[in-house]
């Protein structure tokens, strides 16, 4: 994972803690804010280690900055070289570069993952393209609990490169000997999984099995004594090599190699070195000890033979990191929303468990069962239409299953209804006099009659104006004359009764309505002398009305359509 990835996925880490907190489990209100709380230090405190972290490593890598790196476009091997390095690099030399690969050298076991660490922050291209080299030089080494020791040094160095480099890169290792040719011919033998058993690799990188080798005639006699050689050096490399690094050891796993060279070549060597003492003890020849200052040769023909490895792009670790994050969100999240729809099942439940418990008698407890089950309906039926809350989602909703049993129950009761209040209120019909205009007026006249005061005063004493209330007073005839002179002679009769009222009652004109119908509203027929008597009327009733005979300083009371009673 790239160093610059990591506070993102730290951050999208909490972010989706706390969605799982605050969206999905169902926690009170005060767990929810103390998790909160929870999630937000663990993750600033994640955050500040990973800024000291990074400064760190920016410290330790301070020391590497000097190893010069290939460009980021560069296509050929890159080789982290590890072991005996002293003689493969120019005095003071950190990196060589030859057609095939770019060689960076190590100076000791603990730069070995500085140097895989710098490369994979700062050149993530070439992570792909990178393998490891240990070099071996036995004629530079006296003691073999030495060479035991530095090589467990080494295998526990490369091991922990793995965090940096996407897994494990080709580990391959190459000895260098002196030749045992006079002339000081350089010659590679190479093991290789690609080619069975040791091969010779000729001057242009062509391989031949060693008997086909020695077998060439132009050089089959010089070609005798490497061969010979052959057996003691593959010994060597099994015994002090092969073995220890493929055979785990305490807490460090296998390392097998991807391939091994051997290159016969002038080599400085030191006395009683341990490839002399097996020599020595397997031979009375004396090697040869050469004096050499030329850097060693590059192992260039070994890089086309090593394992293709792909690795882990920094890409696809990032991917995996961010896959493993959302998996156990969504896991989390389902779990959650599991949860929370046993919950909601289980409260229906209990409240229709509950509501077909109760008979209903009294109806008071069965009314309110029923009217929690239309509170659960309702919020169902929303939920329904405008789509479940998160928190039930993913799948796993089962609200829409318990709507069928909420309506059925709710429909299979209805609590008792209680007649409503008879109103005692008894609502009159407006107030009417009748008066009979033979008593009031002369036979064709509408003037009042002396004598009439009496009836007069009595219809007074009945109608009271008031506020809110309009006195109509009407007159009426019989059909005998004219019809128009009828009416006519009506409304003069109604307009003396109004006056003669508004005059000696002090009634406010604005309290009186004066209609004359003349013949058109007859009380009985007209067809006897009876009947003609009782239709010459005039009729004086209380008619509510809002704005009728308002008082001053008095404000109107409701009228009869508003109570529906007359005061």
Known sequence: MRERNRPLFTLFATVLALWLVLGFWPFSALNKLLLSV??????????????????????????????????????????????????????????????????????????????????????????????????????????????????????????????????????????????????????????????????????DHVTLPIAEWQREPAFSPSRLSPVLWLDSVMAFIHRYICQPLASPQNELPALPLAA?????????????????????????????????????????????????????????????????????????????????????????????????????????????????????????????????PLRYGLGLYQGEKLIPPLDAAISDWSAPVSSPPVNKNIITEPQTIRLDALSLFDTGQWRLKTGSTKVLVNALVGIKARPGWLIVVAGHTDDVGDERANQQLSLKRAEAVRDWMRDTGDVPESCFAVQGYGESRPAVPNTTAEGRALNRRVEISLVPQADACRLPDIPLPPSQDESGTQP
């Open 260 to 388: 091994v060279g051997v290159c016969m070549t002038s080599v400085e060597s030191v006395v009683d070195n341990l490839w002399h003492k097996q020599i020595a003890s397997m031979t009375t020849l004396p090697p040869l000890t050469q004096k050499s200052s030329e850097p060693l040769p590059l192992p260039d023909m070994l890089l086309a033979s090593l394992p293709c490895w792909r690795g882990i792009s920094c890409r696809m670790r990032d991917l995996r990191i961010a896959g493993v994050i959302t998996f156990l969100f969504i896991g989390l999240a389902l779990c959650a929303s599991f949860m929370n729809n046993q919950r909601l099942v289980r409260r229906i439940g209990d409240h229709l468990a509950r509501y077909h418990h109760l008979s209903g008698m009294p109806p008071a407890p069965k009314a309110q069962a029923q009217q929690r089950l239309r509170t659960d309906s309702q919020l169902l039926d929303d939920w329904l239409r405008r789509g479940e």
């Open 38 to 203: 929870g999630i937000l230090l663990t993750g600033g405190a994640a955050l500040w280690y990973l800024r000291r972290y990074s400064l760190r490593r920016q410290a330790s890598c301070a020391q590497v900055a000097a190893a010069l790196l290939p460009p980021e476009n560069f296509q050929g091997a890159l080789v982290l070289v590890g072991g005996d390095t002293g003689a493969l690099f120019p005095a003071g030399g950190d990196y060589r570069e030859s057609r095939q690969g770019w060689y960076l050298r190590a100076a000791n076991a603990e730069q070995l993952p500085l140097l895989a660490q710098h490369i994979a922050l700062t050149r993530p291209a070439l992570v792909s393209q990178l393998s490891i080299l240990l070099a071996v030089v036995p004629e530079q080494q006296v003691c073999d609990d030495t060479l035991t020791q530095s090589l467990r040094v080494w295998h526990r160095s490369i091991l922990a490169c793995r965090n940096w480099l996407n897994g494990l890169p080709p580990v391959w290792s190459v000895v260098w000997l002196n030749t045992l040719d006079a002339g000081g011919n350089t010659l590679w033998f190479t093991l290789t999984p690609g080619r069975p058993g040791l091969q010779a690799r000729q001057a």
